[in-house]
């Protein structure tokens, strides 16, 4: 079986601050692993995402992730964060099934930004 | 193109009834996924379909129905809605990248009340 723990629900920053967010995972298989971002009142979207290949990945915004298979992490950070960033992320791990996936996330972390 | 739309955006339903909430998605994707969010438990998966015309169990499937009739819509069925029902559904689906699926797009939710 899979599962996720996002240890920290809360974030609290400063604008520009750098932060991270924590994601540990558990699985006997090969996975892949997401991170996906939902801002108030609305559906998750998909932020970043490790399938294979180079463990750093990256987003459009500024925000990357690093696959850490020894450590079975994939915390997610940005050097430095702004108010709009304020919003719940959720990690998650799926399994490499051929036609669907089941998507095992996590409780979510909301990061909160103060100017 | 929409994506994917969720119908109703809310509902506030009386114990007991019937009550049928709507998922279309316009990407030709050949699977699809109920979830539920709640409060600090994340996303737990309800029902999955990983083409028309099957269906699976998730995570917390009892007292949900699905059907996949076409590739575009999934409904979800509560048969007989109980107040620990309440919560933010989300419809999510994936299509099919070199024969594995990876990136799950969600809906925008919709918003259940049991009294």
Redesign the interface.
Known sequence: AQSVTQLDSQVPVFEEAPVELRCNYSSSVSVYLFWYVQYPNQGLQLLLKYLSGSTLVESINGFEAEFNKSQTSFHLRKPSVHISDTAEYFCAVGSRNTGFQKLVFGTGTRLLVSP | IAG?TQAPTSQILAAGRRMTLRCTQDMRH??M?W?RQDL??????IH????AGTTGK?EVPDGYSVSRANTDDFPLTLASAVPSQTSVY?C?S?G?AG???????????TRLTVL
């Not at chain 2, 999955?48 to 083409?51: D, I, L, Q």
């Open positions: 994917i050949n699977a996924y979830y600090g438990l994340g996303l737990r998966l999955y379909s990983n083409t998730g989300f999510a994936s099919l024969g594995t699926t990876d990136t799950q797009y969600f809906g925008p939710g």
